[in-house]
């Protein structure tokens, strides 16, 4: 959407304020500063950040209501926004009307959509309403918020928004009783062929993608979640390019959990990623480089032992396999001690992380030759909390241990450290203030310090209350 009509659509919403009855938001600012100590290199980072949140009900009707969301950064110090010391943008602006009968919803303006195929950002309308036989149904059509990220790249992204123009998709869902729901979803985002541009760029961002989804719980102690997504689009290929046979599987994510008892859980999972499918049109293309097809197969779980009021220890393992890198394992334990009569709380923790070298560019200044190194490390956290009725503070530890203490990227060191403290008090109930103190000390940044200011203001106005 251009910015003319962002303004126009902000102003219409905001105009039907006036109707509203009931009128709720937050406002969040974050003042930071921080020193960095990299190698040959100092920068003094000093952002700060507004957030803003309104709802607005009972517009006219007690079915209508306004939610409005935005933030807006400004550098104190040295640039450290992507595009110029200062930034900001509208996350959420729309209109919800909800019918009183067959729990039906209306959305209009921009808003976030997560209906089976894709979770996303629109700026359009979206529908759902229950249907009769345990059958439920929505849809939404609008077009894709971008974001400047695409701008990152020009080479691969240029043609970013060009090929996204027009998002659309739908969910029908069906209610299996007191068991659970499945559903299926269709997801389409562009409509543009690439080899309708003239000069077609190396990535296709349109996306077609069919969902299925599942919440079982087919007995009290078991309880089943997960999707599939499956790439249903033709994917341009250049001429010249070798052929490719890329999976079909966007994505599949399922998770079982087992509570053998009160005191003992375990969970399971497993995640199947095809990148350049599942990515294909994220707002934030350069931060997955889909210039680089990659996939992802992942599968682990966690055992928790223990009453979540008491002392309980996790048991975890992951492993994680990537097309491009190789096998990751990750497996360790956590111990947390949380009493609810106790204002305090702690935990600690230890994972060992096994990975294979890698032949990378180093990050040594005017050094670009590629290295072979290792990111194996042992990982070891220790935090305690306290937790008053208008006070509260914490510390946090974390160290890493690398195997490789020759590793060209972390200059020679074997170690990272960072100790976060941070305090906070609630003056009224409507405002908290709090303050983080960090210290870092790493192999890139040698010396990272950093101070977070933090304040939140919680208002409201009733039609006959006023401010409250």
Known sequence: MKQRNRVVLLVTLASTGAWAQEFSGFSTTMLQYGKQDVPGFNQTIAPGTEFLGI??????????????????????????????????????????????????????????VNQGAGVEQVDGVSARTDLRGGFNLSAFFGTPVHYKTQELRPGTNYDYKYQTDVIFGSRLGYRLGTVGEVGVSYLQDG???????????????????VGTDLRLAPVARLEITGHTLFDVASHYQAPGTPGQSPSRVAEEDYAASYKFSPVATLTVNYVE???????????????????????????????ALGPADAVQVILDYRQTDRETYGTTTRYGADVRWAVPESKYQAGGG??????????????IPYSFAPALFG????????????????FHASLDGIFYQFDDSSNPNLYSKSTITQVVGSVGMNPTANLSVSGDLTYALDAYYKNQVSVLLRTTYRFSIASKGGSK
């Open 55 to 112: 709802d607005g009900t009972h517009l006219g009707s007690d079915a209508l209501s306004l939610h409005l969301y935005g933030w807006g950064a400004m550098d104190l110090g040295d640039q450290s926004l992507p595009f110029g010391k200062s930034a900001g943008d509208l996350s959420y602006a729309y209109l919800d009307y909800r019918f009183g009968q067959a729990n039906a919803e209306l959305k209009a303006g921009r808003f976030a």
């Open 350 to 363: 230890f994972h060992k992380v096994s990975s294979p070298d890698l032949l990378m560019p180093t990050a």
């Open 273 to 303: 990623r095809n990148l350049e499918a599942y990515f294909a049109g994220t707002n934030l293309p350069d931060l997955f480089h889909l210039d680089t097809p990659d996939k992802i197969k992942a599968k682990g779980g966690t055992l």
């Open 375 to 390: 990111m194996s490390r042992e990982e070891y956290r220790a935090w305690v909390m306290y937790q008053g009725k208008s």
């Open 191 to 209: 409509t543009t062929k690439v080899e309708d541009i003239a000069t077609p760029p190396p990535v296709d961002f349109t996306r077609k993608q």
